[in-house]
Nanobody, 116 residues
């Protein structure tokens, strides 16, 4: 199993920046895939950025060029740097992990609100 704890959400004005963190309870070397998802109000959860075990990243078209995902293997923490935020980025952001041996795991989520 793995526990995921997100932090860093909040209220920000359009054009602003936030950095989200996701702390994992086990080493990234044991986790096959990690990702950030978000769920806007009244909508389904959607993939924001994915980080697989080979190191390859994938971003949703809506965030390309604005968001950057990274990982710190010494802290077992994944980050999502979000720049040039827009009102449509408002959502609950969830951390996701997949382990071949035990399946999928989700964090509790952190609220990001982009509003003036």
């Amino acid at each position: 199993q793995v526990q995921l704890v997100e932090s860093g959400g909040g209220l920000v004005q359009p054009g602003g920046s936030l950095r989200l963190s996701c702390a994992a309870s086990r080493s990234f070397y044991e986790i096959n895939t990690m990702a950030w998802y978000r769920q806007p109000p009244g909508k389904q959860r959607e993939l924001v950025a994915e980080f697989n075990r080979t190191g390859s990243t994938h971003y949703a078209d809506s965030v390309k060029g604005r968001f950057t995902v990274s990982k710190d293997y010494t802290k077992n923490t994944m980050y999502l740097q979000m720049n040039s935020l827009r009102p449509e980025d408002t959502a609950v952001y969830h951390c996701y992990a997949f382990l071949v041996v035990s399946g999928t795991y989700w964090g509790q989520g952190t609220q990001v609100t982009v509003s003036s």
